[in-house]
């Protein structure tokens, strides 16, 4: 069996095969009509693997052969993309490989390799492309194979070439519809709100849509370089461990990545330099600029595990136009994030203006009511009520001013969330006391109380509540940190105070508790007191003033 000359057209050899079967016994003409269901058996598939493995098994039934395989030619036809077999053994599946690795590198019908004792093989062409190779080997009956046995397999192998190219078309078809479906789905949850994270969507639907073992997007870094911070993996514990990493502005690949080039890299362990980092970790990969206008927001990258199958120039179209929309995407979706938040703010400020032009003037306005009602008043208890009333209204009114500022400061502003974290603890103990303690702000807390005095006070609230829980039998608490606060020697400080209506301090009783706050307050150059409660009047509470310099 010589090399073959190029082929000429399917149709052709379709042709010359069948009039070879022309004048041949009524034995081998009896196997026409099985050569015509084999035909019509590989043409019904859809799922190019299917089709494959039809295909063998097909070949080695019709041509009586105990075993079959078909060697697919790589995208650049320089080795094999994946060898399909029939009826081989486990241990004879290497020895496949080298036959067909010479056949699919241009050594003809004779491979380096010793062939078995009866040997058949054709090409497997889908138009003009030599897809691969079919070959069959050991004729059962322990003869040769014969020419027309050639004949048959060479008009099966244009069938094959036929459904192949079918199988492919479809294939294709699918590929880009989960292509489109995943770039709208990308641009839904983005523009719909529902992501809590944006740059994780677009890692996830990247992944599942390449097949790969990991979606990755970077960021460009302050040195140059590339960021992870966004990872969906196959393996989630090793998706994690690259969230922080860098690709360093070192890396050939970076440079053109943030020029807006598209990278793609089929082996990165045969690359002259390669990939620094975790990338090159994997296998085959695509690194995909994500360009919005003329910035590059960041690079998506799919990358396969070490030797996996590179992707195929259709995989790289159609991820090219996948990142392009899910750029534009994120483009969009952050519009429409500041759009909501400058609605917020405006909105805020609208609030804010409100409360302090329309409540707050009102309720001053009661409140001197109230005292003009007081000095009048003839009864010494109606007096006392008016007090506590005009009292009452003084804590309205700083708790208000305390949402307003709240209201006034941008996202940027309030990091520490000092004030949530009060709210939290005197929303928690709410549930053992029965009752709301109340709670008041005094100045910009979020701004003006760092670390570690934000911690140490949240400790010593949570310390006071405790107390009055336990030991006061407590029926109302007053809170209120005041950052306007100053110590003896006219530092700015915080002051937390906490004060109930309980049983007070009693003499010689345990002050463990209390030995805690002021210890706590002394280490960052602060005090700690306590004296009467709210229920001073009458012999009982107990008032705590905790406070540290700021």
């Known amino acids: 069996m010589a090399a073959s000359a190029p082929s000429p057209d399917p149709l052709d050899i379709a042709a010359e095969a069948t009039r070879g079967l022309q004048g041949l016994s009524t034995e081998l003409t009896a196997r026409v009509p099985r050569l015509l269901e084999a035909m019509r058996s590989i043409g019904t598939g859809l799922e190019l693997r299917v089709v494959l493995d039809r295909i063998a098994e097909t070949a080695a039934e019709l041509a009586d052969a105990r075993c079959a395989a078909i060697g697919v030619n790589d995208a650049a036809g320089q080795g094999l993309a994946d060898v399909i077999t029939y009826g081989v053994t486990e241990a004879d599946r290497a020895r496949c490989r080298s036959l ?97 994270d944006a740059l994780v969507v677009v890692a996830e639907k990247a992944r599942h849509l390449a097949g790969s073992a990991a979606g990755i997007v970077l960021v460009p870094e302050e040195g140059g370089g590339l960021e992870v911070v966004a990872v969906d993996a196959a393996d989630p514990p090793r998706g994690t461990a690259l969230l922080g990493t860098v690709v360093p502005a070192r890396s050939p690949a970076v440079p053109r990545l943030l020029a807006g080039e598209p990278v793609f890299i089929d082996d990165p362990a045969a690359e002259p330099r390669p990939v620094a980092g975790v990338l090159g970790r994997y296998g085959p990969n695509m690194m995909l600029p994500l360009s919005g206008g003329d910035r590059v927001l960041g690079v998506l990258a799919t990358p396969r595990d070490p030797g996996a199958r590179p992707f195929t120039a259709t995989e790289r179209r159609l991820a090219l136009q ?71 209204l003084g804590a309205t009114i700083r708790e208000i001013r305390t949402a307003i500022f709240a209201l006034q400061q941008g996202p940027e502003s309030a990091p520490s969330g000092v004030r949530t974290r009060v709210l939290r603890e005197v929303g928690a103990a709410a549930v053992p006391l029965g009752f709301q303690p109340s709670l008041s702000f005094i100045g910009p807390v979020d701004t003006r109380v760092g670390e570690p005095a934000g911690s140490s006070l949240i400790a010593a609230l949570r310390e006071a509540l405790s107390n009055a829980f336990r030991h006061a039998r407590a029926t109302r608490i007053e809170v209120v940190v005041d950052v306007t606060a100053r110590l003896a020697d006219g530092r700015p400080a915080v002051r937390l105070t906490v004060a109930d209506d309980g049983v007070g301090v009693p003499a010689g009783g345990r002050r463990s508790g209390l030995a805690n706050l002021a210890r706590r307050a002394e280490a960052l150059g602060g005090s700690s007191t306590y004296g009467p409660g709210l229920g001073a009047e009458s012999g009982g509470g107990t008032t705590v003033v905790w406070q540290v310099p700021l």
């Open 100 to 196: 067909l690795a010479g056949r699919s590198a241009g050594a003809g019908l004779l491979p380096a390799d010793p062939l078995p004792r009866s040997f058949l093989g054709v090409p497997i062409r889908v138009g003009d492309e030599v897809f691969g190779h079919l070959c069959l080997a050991e004729k059962r009956d322990g003869g040769e194979f014969s020419v027309p046995d050639l004949h048959l397999v060479k008009v099966l192998a244009t069938e094959a070439g036929i459904a192949i190219g079918n199988a492919r078309f479809h294939e294709a078809t699918r590929q880009r519809e989960r292509w489109i479906d995943g770039s709208v789905a990308v641009t839904h949850s983005l523009l719909s709100g529902d992501a809590e």
């Open 322 to 392: 996948f990142a392009a929309q899910a750029a534009v995407a994120l483009v969009l979706a952050e519009a429409q994030r500041d759009r909501e938040r400058l609605a917020v703010l405006e909105e805020r400020d609208r609030i804010a203006r409100d409360l302090h032009d329309l409540v707050i003037q009102r309720l001053f306005a009661t409140g001197m009511l109230l005292e003009s009602v007081r000095r009048h008043a003839q009864a010494p208890e109606v007096g006392e009520q008016v007090e506590r009333a005009a009292g009452e």
